[in-house]
């Protein structure tokens, strides 16, 4: 599957892992911090639409100075279905904002950000989204189609969003 993701554009890329958050996010419902969750998805999709939010900006949601950052946060759950999860949108969140980087062509970058291996990052994610997930694979192949597809367009979390709503409802 790592191959298929490979052929998509970046913005597909980052709207992959994106939107397949979207489908996890309800699991993280009962944290205290799950409107930090969605606060910090917000802004990546807001980048990957419109460009307008800097690197650094969307960095901040995943580490910062006052420990509310992802990263610190999902070291204190002790629900390992939350952690799952929380470990997913930790990787849908660096990737698109090592793409926000490269986007600015910034040389320097966090060093939590600056070692993101593609590889190695869509395994952890899958690995964590398929503990998750009713029948893994299935969504994640489904999507990937549904993404090459929509290559020639501008994705949007709505288009998304709505075709995830649909393959729950096919079930």
């Known amino acids: 599957m790592f ?22 996010v309800p699991t993280l419902k009962q944290s205290n911090d799950f409107n930090y969750i969605k606060e910090a998805l917000d802004a990546c999709w807001k ?13 901040t949601y995943l580490e910062n100075l006052d420990d509310t950052g992802i990263l610190t946060l999902m070291q204190l759950e002790s629900n390992e ?9 930790a990787d849908a969140i660096s990737y698109t904002i090592y793409k926000a980087y490269k986007y600015q062509k910034d040389e320097y970058l966090p060093e939590t950000i600056e070692s993101i291996d593609s590889y190695e990052l ?3 994610f ?9 029948n893994p694979g299935q969504k994640e192949k489904a999507f990937l189609k549904f993404l090459k597809k929509d290559s020639k367009e501008k994705v949007s979390r709505k288009s998304v969003q709505d075709f995830l709503l649909n393959i729950e409802a096919a079930k």
Do not use: R, T
């Open 3 to 24: 191959q298929e993701w490979e052929e998509l554009n970046d913005d597909l890329k980052s709207a992959y892992y994106l939107g397949l958050c979207e489908a996890i």
């Open 47 to 59: 980048w990957l639409e419109h460009k307008n939010i800097e690197a650094d900006d969307l960095y």
């Open 81 to 89: 279905d939350a952690l799952d999860a929380w470990i997913c949108i």
């Open 122 to 124: 869509f395994e952890e």
């Open 126 to 134: 899958h690995s964590h989204f398929s503990l998750l997930s009713k």
